[in-house]
């Protein structure tokens, strides 16, 4: 048996389909005729758009489109159509939309106990503590809720280890980061980042990072000082563009953070969890570090989870009081989070996410557009980087929604294929065919 032949649970949901509904593989390709009205046209009038955009912060520019429900890799528009998501939402529905699994273990522990607070124990934190810390190696894990508050945890522990463990004077802790990063909004997150956006009129920001370029070996050895606590990189770089480093590069990071005395912190949020290929990006290259963040695909596509996971001599600085979170090790987030690392043992979707993204790749590259500048990816996190002088990366993803396929640009120049580990190489390959149309018509 293959990789593709380990059969995939569908919710139970997707038998139930009318009967002039496209094929199971297809998604809706019916492109408006030159009459019909603009899909930012039809939405115009919708209530839900209406009540966001007077009520609203205008922070997100959204795609001309109204969700209304969602099943397996498919999600359907407020009218009627069906569409191929090509996106998972940056990978938090990497297990697919209402996986039975996952919507079981919600429903079970929402009736039975919610929300406590960490303030008392309770029965499911454990399990999933422990299955997290086997899966990944790990030593301890301390649970939150979004990527961005795994990363300031992570920050957190790598400042007052530098000051317990490694004896940096007080207040003097630095941390490296590359270039082209993207770890979170928080006001800390975005004063290390590179994009001028998101730090533009939301200073000062924190002190104590230095950033040096993306899979620059060399760059980070010279940037290391005496009071450099930790290295924080994403081993493949996703709002960025999908940037893959050169071969060996993490395996160079963990040598010189090794020698140096500098711990290596993996930003995983979206890269973990079989997206990639490998239950982890950094197990690539064989590679384990101090410590890891994990999200977005930790909560099944149902909840907030998130985790920072360490070693016995990192996550030993914290003491009762040093950190917390209301709903971080929730029972119900524990219960879900737990769902979905079993999820992702019992169906292999880590080796599945390899071969189909090997397809993927393949096909991609084989379109061969004047506009394709590269396509760049491991596993199931593909960019396609496309020629902004020839077609912007936001018009082709309005083209490929009129094609039934929803994806997300980045920075206007990369289109991103990071679609829920349960696809299949038919609705693939549909998602390549519909690019290509919408490159073909000059989108």
């Not at 498919?74 to 569409?83: A, Q």
Request: glycine share 12%; aromatic share 4%.
């Amino acid at each position: 048996m293959t990789v593709l032949d380990t059969p995939i649970r569908r919710p139970a949901a997707a038998a139930v389909r009318s009967a002039d509904a496209p094929s199971a593989t297809a998604p809706s390709t019916a492109a408006p005729s030159a009459a019909a009205p603009s899909a930012a046209a039809r939405i115009a009038g919708h209530p839900a758009v209406r009540a966001e955009l007077r009520h609203g912060a205008r922070n997100y520019h959204p795609l001309p489109v109204v969700l209304s429900r969602g099943e397996g890799v498919w999600l359907f528009d407020s009218e009627g159509r069906r569409l191929l998501d090509m996106m998972s939402a940056y990978s938090a529905v990497s297990f697919g939309h209402g996986h039975p699994a996952l919507v079981q273990a919600l429903v079970a522990q929402a009736g039975r106990l919610a929300v406590t607070s960490r303030a008392y124990h309770g029965e499911t934190l454990g399990p999933f503590l422990e299955r997290l810390c086997t899966l990944t190696g790990m030593d301890r894990a301390l649970p939150m809720n979004t990527g961005a508050e795994a990363v300031e945890t992570a920050i957190k522990a790598a400042r007052k280890w530098a000051y317990r463990v490694k004896g940096v004077p007080a207040e003097r802790a630095r941390l490296v980061v590359a270039a082209g990063n993207f770890a979170g909004r928080t006001t800390t997150i975005v004063g290390f980042s590179s994009e001028a956006q998101y730090r533009d009129g939301f200073g000062p920001f924190a002190p104590g990072f230095d950033s040096v370029p993306f899979g620059d070996a060399a760059a980070l050895e010279a940037a290391i000082g005496p009071d450099t606590a930790a290295f924080l990189v994403e081993p493949i770089q996703g709002e960025a563009g999908i940037v893959v480093p050169p071969p060996g590069y993490l395996r160079a990071v963990r040598e010189i953070c090794t020698r140096r005395g500098v711990l290596m912190i993996a930003d995983e949020v979206q890269t973990g969890l079989g997206r990639t290929g490998a239950r982890l990006a950094v197990d690539h290259e064989g590679v384990r570090p101090d410590g890891l963040t994990l999200g977005k695909a930790l909560g099944g596509g149902l909840l907030p989870v998130s985790a920072f996971l360490a070693s016995e001599e990192l996550m030993g600085v914290f003491t009762p009081g040093d950190h917390g979170s209301t709903f971080g090790g929730n029972p119900l987030g524990a219960a879900v989070g737990l769902a979905a690392l079993d999820l992702l043992e019992r169906e292999g979707l880590a080796a599945r996410a390899a071969v189909l993204g090997e397809h993927l790749l393949g096909r991609l590259r084989a379109l061969r557009h004047p506009a394709i500048r590269a396509v760049r990816g491991r596993g199931l996190l593909v960019g396609v980087d496309l020629d902004p002088a020839v077609v912007g990366a936001r018009a082709v993803c309005e083209g490929l929604l009129e094609e039934g396929v929803l994806s997300k640009d980045t920075h206007d120049t990369v289109v991103r294929f990071a679609p829920p580990l349960v696809i299949g190489e038919a609705e693939l390959d549909a998602a390549v065919e519909a690019l290509g149309r919408v490159l073909g018509r000059g989108r």
